[in-house]
């Protein structure tokens, strides 16, 4: 049985990866491809086994029109005995028209499907803003019997600026709730480039719920922030979170890891906390960085000190 490696290329030019593992112990793995044309998955029983498991394309994009270019950050979720998997796409018309789309497996099997395209993300009744401008990287997380949904969208002029967002799901593919600001890149070192919150994560730990995400542009300066409120207040208020005034992870250039970001958490066989992320190998970026292949999806041991807050170290 392979093991686990750390902090090292394990699953190569896979950005913006996600891991989930299944109540029966089934690992799977989904993440953008350098193509950003389809969604692809791979399943295992170890975590260690998704590096040399299969890929199966479960979607492709479309010839025209919406989710036809740039396929972003895909997320398979289990949600009310159901698999569904959540994206953002373009237009081909529009390249930079991103929105946020959700699939549907109508069959039990992730891997088999078949998947139904369920459309756009719908926002609640009365909110006019949601997903109508430059919409990415939504994940879902429950507390307290309630659902979840974060996500980056842009606001603004000229560049714009990417804000984090958060709202309580109705459905799997409907908001209750009109969207509420979570945080904005507010700090220097999420201006880097461009102004950026964007690939949030949660966990779980302690009483409190931990919720990361990445800032800045995606080349070297790419690192992670975090959020944190306590399990069972009211997440829809933002005075119920608490953001770090400095990044939790960054690019360490003795070690040669680069833009680390766009996490997501899970656990090994025994319980331990695994964060999974990308980054670089290299410093300097040959051509656009959004079109260079070399993000690789990554693990790092997630521990906790004697408060409760994890630690993100690249030390093994």
């Not at 949660?202 to 931990?210: C, K, N, Q, R, V």
């Amino acid at each position: 049985m392979p093991d686990l490696i750390f902090n090292q290329p394990w699953i190569p030019q896979r950005a913006d990866p996600y891991v989930y593992r299944h109540t029966d112990g089934t690992y799977y793995f989904t993440a953008s491809v350098p193509e950003y044309d389809g969604i692809r998955l791979r399943h295992a029983s170890t975590l260690a086994g998704l590096a040399q498991a299969p890929e199966t394309e479960v979607w492709h994009k479309h010839d025209s029109g919406i989710m036809s270019i740039h396929i972003w950050a895909p997320e398979l979720h289990y949600l009310d005995g159901k698999w569904y998997l959540y994206y953002s796409g373009g237009d081909k018309d529009d390249i930079w028209e991103i929105r946020p789309y959700v699939l549907e497996c109508l069959g039990p099997d992730p891997m088999a499907g078949p998947w139904a395209e369920r459309g756009k993300l719908t926002p609640a009744a009365g909110d006019d803003f949601s997903f109508e401008a430059f919409s990415l990287d939504g994940t879902v997380f429950e507390d307290a019997g309630r659902r979840y949904y974060v996500w980056s969208e842009k606001v603004g002029v000229g560049k714009q600026i990417a804000n984090l967002y958060i709202a309580r799901m109705s459905s799997p593919t409907s908001l209750e709730t009109v969207q509420v600001l979570l945080s904005g890149p507010d700090y220097d070192w999420e201006r880097v480039g461009f102004w950026v919150n964007e690939g949030p994560a949660a966990i779980h730990h302690a009483g409190h719920i931990y919720l990361t995400y990445s800032a800045s542009e995606t080349g070297a300066k790419y690192c992670m922030g975090m959020l944190t409120a306590r399990e069972g207040t009211d997440l829809l208020d933002p005075l119920n979170w608490k953001k770090e005034r400095w990044p939790v992870l960054q690019s360490d250039y003795g070690k040669g890891i680069y833009g680390p970001g766009h996490n997501c958490f899970t656990t090994d066989e025994q319980g331990n906390d695994i964060m999974v992320y990308h980054a670089r190998t290299e410093e300097k970026i040959v051509g656009n960085p959004l079109y260079n292949p070399n993000r690789h999806a990554m693990l790092m041991r997630l521990r906790w000190d004697q408060a409760g807050r994890p630690l993100f170290s690249y030390d093994d």
